[in-house]
């Protein structure tokens, strides 16, 4: 049966500058995608029957289509999709409408067994958002618990084992559940979740600590009611949390030096009112630099017209403030992602894009923020494009994903097209990063007893850059004679924790000044 529904052709093609290759659906439209560091392109698929998840080889476009068994014919569900940055997790949510239900499913990109590792069905409940940490050994996930049609849902938000899928801990809010639904974003290790809920009549940010069961609740001055929806992430260290809704764009930095969890407002960027509005999944964190960025849409403009900024945190300095020119027709030029790569130095954008080829209003487009005044990438689609991914790579440089509709949004139409763009050629070097991206998903899939992952202070640099913070320099022209310890005293355990709780905090930067960095 699924070949009477699904009609693909993967292209690698050379008719657009960049793209490696493209995949196109003849009756889907690609609603998530995502992109990994070891090679992976995962995309989900919305109005074919069945919906799948498709896995492709990054480099060569080869695909292997996942099964998640469905089989009621239209029904229109929504399904997201997520792959872990460092290892081969794919994670992947759906609503089922019509009786309450939800599903979560979890598949190995390197595997080509169709079937899911395991599934987890979720009565009365609807997966609004969906999370994985880097390693792919958590999975958070948000949603409306208690779901009838006799009484208001409350928000709930779980924990996962990846590689089990069964629960670690279930956290449940209350509050004024509407249209805007509730997103989670993890940290890189999966410890810390932020959460964007309501609270009475304004969004409420939500943040768990995993390990201590701390959590952090606060209202913001967002009004939920407004008809543009809010955007939302957390930074892979989490020490930042932002929001957007409407014209406001706040970030939140921890406050490491409260007695308890506390996050605290860092800086506030509103635009001129009633001109441009933050667009849902357009903000987004790099994950080894402070680059935070945000994607508008000025409402003024009939036809739409795009705007990203991008700032350098905690200094709040803007690195990046593009406006793109305005579009053609009816709501042509909306943004619909924005994503930010790893060092923090490239910036992708996807919109609905225009009509007609127009400069600067292209569905996909890159930016370099060292040097931002145009985007250094731009591609344009027939259609539009709903969601958007970027990594680095060695071999393949800066690589960007866009899928959407075959056709543009505002035109009736089924198909889908995905694209994968070579947006940036890898620089030549016999200095090659310290990262590698294979020991680390080596390492995790043995169990070794711990979990590798990435260095974010080291996570851009060379070998040779990362030499200079080793070592330290000993100078013995005023070495004293050593003291001599009574070993007798010392006792049979001890734990730094529990003796010295108000000496334990966050491991600090000393960059070259005696810093050990693993």
Request: net charge negative; glycine share 8%.
């Amino acid at each position: 049966m699924r070949g009477v529904f699904l009609c693909a052709l993967i292209v690698a093609v050379a008719a657009q500058p960049g793209v490696l290759w493209s995949q196109s659906e003849g009756t889907a439209i690609y609603s998530d995608v995502g992109i990994s560091r070891s090679g992976y392109v995962v995309a989900a698929t919305w109005l074919n029957e069945p919906e799948v998840a498709e896995i492709f080889d990054i480099a060569t476009g080869n695909k292997t289509v996942k099964s998640i068994g469905d089989v009621n014919p239209f029904d229109e569900a929504q399904f997201d999709i997520a792959i872990s940055e460092l290892s081969t997790v794919v994670v992947a949510s759906r609503i089922i409408p019509g009786n309450f239900t939800s599903a979560l499913y979890k598949w190995n990109a390197a595997d080509s067994n169709p079937n899911p590792d395991w599934s987890v069905w979720l009565d009365k409940t609807y997966v609004t958002g969906l999370d994985v940490s880097s390693d792919g050994t958590i999975i958070g996930v948000a949603s409306y618990a208690n779901m009838s049609y006799y009484q208001p849902p409350t928000y709930q938000v779980l924990f996962l084992d990846g590689r089990s899928g069964q629960e670690h801990v279930q956290y449940r809010f209350t509050g004024q559940v509407g249209e805007q639904g509730a997103d989670i974003s993890l940290s890189d290790d999966g410890s810390y979740a932020a959460v964007l809920t309501a609270q009475g009549s304004k969004l409420a940010l939500t943040v768990i600590h995993l390990p201590s069961a701390q959590n952090h609740t606060k209202a913001t001055d967002f009004e939920i009611d407004h008809a543009y929806g809010q955007a939302f992430a957390m930074s892979g260290d989490a020490v930042y949390v932002a929001a957007g809704q409407a014209g406001t764009f706040v970030v939140w930095k921890r406050n490491d030096g409260a007695a308890q969890l506390q996050y605290d407002v860092l800086f506030q960027y509103n635009m001129p009112a009633n001109t441009y509005y933050v667009e849902t999944n357009a903000i987004d964190f790099a994950a080894a630099e402070d680059v935070v960025a945000v994607g508008w849409i000025n409402i003024e403009v009939p036809a739409g017209q795009n705007r990203v900024t991008a700032f350098q945190l905690p200094s709040n300095r803007p690195i990046l403030d593009w406006t793109a020119p305005a579009g053609t027709g009816q709501y042509q030029n909306i943004v619909t992602g924005v994503r930010v790569s790893e060092s923090g130095q490239y910036v992708a954008v996807t919109s609905w894009g225009n009509a007609d080829p127009n400069p600067g209003t292209q569905q996909l487009q890159v930016f370099n923020l060292s040097n931002s005044a145009s985007p250094v990438y731009s591609l344009f689609t027939p259609g539009s494009m709903f969601a958007v991914a970027i990594t680095e790579t060695a071999s393949l440089g800066v690589v960007a994903v866009a899928g959407g509709k075959h056709v543009h949004a505002n035109v009736m139409g089924n198909g889908g097209d995905l694209f994968v763009a070579q947006a940036v050629k890898p620089k030549a070097s016999a200095d090659p990063k310290i990262l590698n991206v294979q020991q680390i998903a080596s390492i995790n899939a043995a169990h070794v007893g711990w979990t590798a992952g990435i260095n974010r202070k080291v996570a851009a640099l060379t070998v040779g850059e990362a030499k200079a913070l080793m070592g330290t320099r000993i100078r013995t022209e005023h070495a004293q004679p050593s003291p001599v310890f009574n070993l007798s005293a010392i006792p049979d355990s001890f734990d730094a924790r529990t003796t010295w709780p108000a000496c334990i905090g966050p491991i600090r930067d000393q960059a070259q000044c005696g810093s050990c960095w693993a």
